[in-house]
């Protein structure tokens, strides 16, 4: 036995869930007509809805409880303080003071140098090798590199400005790269390379390409001029031709998939300039401080984590669905999947013991209507439980979108109630909804940076206190490293110029084969 499924909250938890697990939540709004506003709570601008959960007042006691045990209180201020609590590497995790006021003095310096390159390129004064004005900013990354700017400048394209349009590549597939190249000139491109060591495979690929295509057209003695990086590895970014005062660093203490508020975000305060990315911030900083100062009954992070943990471990969730009804926030789930997956997606606790409970769900989901009309037939009449969250934005972007606005909002609204109420209908099984399908609703006042950054953050931390619960370390990524040396030993081979060897599996050693023939004409 561990010692979290050894604990006290833990065992009476699982007495618990024997009471509630046939319990309807029809029955639960029956009984309590004030549930949906007692279970209901606001912060940082967000409004989160909790009432369609399988809970009750005991339940919240005991996750509450669960929390105390594991010492949720102890570990925050250990993360704030900047104690190494990522053990296995040695590291602080300090993602929040990147958006402290004040911040520490190296983030406030590289900052400050951030702001002054962005609007040098937002003004047409930062230039290229032939004089012309940079149009166009290529964000080269992957992983956390990638996909938090990414969804972030999706997600407030409305602030974007009309020059530099700035693009994002992750994919080392040649055709991602190709893709947006088609459409830009080396005259007027500038490259970020995104990588905290400097090593990163996938992204070197892309640098050494975009390279090449400058080439083309540039001086190799001029070639600097249209690149800028992000790195902790200063040397081996200078080294590649990238000038110092273009180099912006990253340090140690901040994770990939937690990054985005660092120089890692330069790309995204490129497109939505230093304004919009300083409420960025500081929509983060205030989600920041509710969740440092709140008890756990009224902290939103917290509730969301332990009702996750109460599905996955007591009811046997295997997934989580974020369904966000806004179509700028769709990339909102991919980021949540390395956020959440790569974090807590762990079989060994914080000492390298393996667990026996499991750990974090396989999350998923796609952007409102178009999701009704894909996969919702499994959420309401399928045989699996799905926690769900629902994320809304009370105000259209456009006042004269107020019509199709409602009409979104009402189909969340919907979805939402049906999955909770269900219909019964035994005399025609087809159209029988057991319902009892539990969902979170997230209100945003409207998709700006503000609340965008308090998002982004209430996910950060619901991440974070459910790797405590769960005895793990939620800032290593030890999972990626195999593969990526296999691949290492594998390139040769499918270029010839080595031979698959007996290491390799049959079934590796014949698809080798199969790749480097020639396809049929």
């Known amino acids: ?27 639960l709004f ?32 005991l996750l509450c409880a669960l929390a105390r045990e594991r010492e949720l209180g102890r570990w925050i201020e250990r993360m704030y303080a900047g104690e190494p609590i990522n053990n296995s590497e040695r590291r602080a995790v300090l993602h929040v003071a990147l958006r402290a006021d004040p911040p520490p003095r190296e983030v ?10 962005a609007e040098g390129l937002r003004r047409g004064e930062t230039r290229g090798a032939t004089g012309e004005a940079i149009s166009d900013v290529v964000n080269l990354g992957i992983g956390g590199s990638d996909l938090g700017p990414r969804m972030a400048a999706r997600a407030l394209r409305r602030y974007c400005g009309q020059r530099p349009r700035v693009h994002f590549v992750a994919n080392v597939d040649p055709e991602d790269l190709n893709a947006v190249l088609e459409g830009l000139r080396p005259e007027s491109t500038l490259f970020i390379v995104a990588s905290k060591t400097f090593t990163t495979a996938e992204t070197l690929m892309n640098a050494r390409r975009a390279r090449a295509w400058l080439a083309s057209r540039i001086a190799e003695a001029d070639l600097g001029k249209h690149f800028a990086a992000v790195s902790t590895n200063l040397a081996a970014a200078g080294q590649f031709g990238i000038a110092p005062e273009r180099i912006f660093p990253m340090w140690d203490w901040v994770g990939g998939r937690f990054s985005l508020w660092s120089a890692v975000g330069l790309a995204l305060m490129i497109a939505i300039g230093p304004e919009a990315f300083d409420e960025l911030l500081a929509g983060a900083r205030a ?7 709140a008890p756990p009954e009224a902290n939103m ?19 989580h669905a974020v369904l966000p009804y806004a179509e700028d926030l769709q990339l909102f789930p991919n980021h949540l999947q390395q956020l959440e997956m790569e974090s807590n997606g762990k079989r060994v606790d914080r000492e390298g013991a393996a667990v026996d409970y499991q750990t974090g769900p396989i999350l998923w989901g796609s952007v409102g209507t178009n999701g009704q009309h894909a996969f919702h037939q499994l959420l309401h009449q399928g045989t699996r439980l799905v926690p769900a969250d629902f994320i809304l934005v009370r105000t259209p972007a456009d006042a004269r979108d107020a019509e199709a606005h409602r009409m979104l909002l009402a189909n969340a609204l919907a979805q939402s109630a049906a999955l909770m109420r269900g219909q019964d209908d035994f005399a025609e099984p087809h159209r029988h909804y057991p319902g009892n399908q539990p969902s979170s609703t997230i209100v945003l006042p409207r998709l700006d940076p503000r609340s965008l950054g308090a998002l982004v953050a209430l996910y950060e931390h619901k991440v974070f206190v ?9 800032f290593d990524q030890w999972g990626v490293e195999l593969g990526k040396r296999i691949a290492q030993s594998l390139t040769p081979m499918l270029a010839g110029i080595s031979a698959p060897g007996e290491e ?7 698809l080798i084969r199969r790749l480097q023939q020639r396809p049929p004409e």
């Open 1 to 27: 036995m561990s010692s979290l499924t050894g604990t006290e909250a833990w065992r009476r938890l699982s007495a618990h869930h024997a009471q509630m697990r046939n319990v309807h939540m029809r029955d």
């Open 466 to 474: 459910q790797g405590v619960i769960w005895g793990v370390n939620s």
């Open 287 to 293: 989600m920041d401080e509710h969740f440092r100062a």
């Open 504 to 510: 390799l599996d049959s079934s590796t050693r014949a």
């Open 30 to 61: 029956a009984r309590d007509p004030q549930r949906g506003a007692r279970y209901s709570l606001e912060a940082a601008g967000l409004f989160l809805d909790y009432a369609k959960h399988r809970i009750t007042d005991e339940t919240l006691a």
């Open 108 to 117: 406030g310096e590289t900052l400050a140098r951030m702001r002054a390159f």
């Open 301 to 319: 992070p917290v509730l969301l984590a332990l009702l996750g943990v109460w599905y996955t471990n007591f009811f046997g969730a295997h997934t």
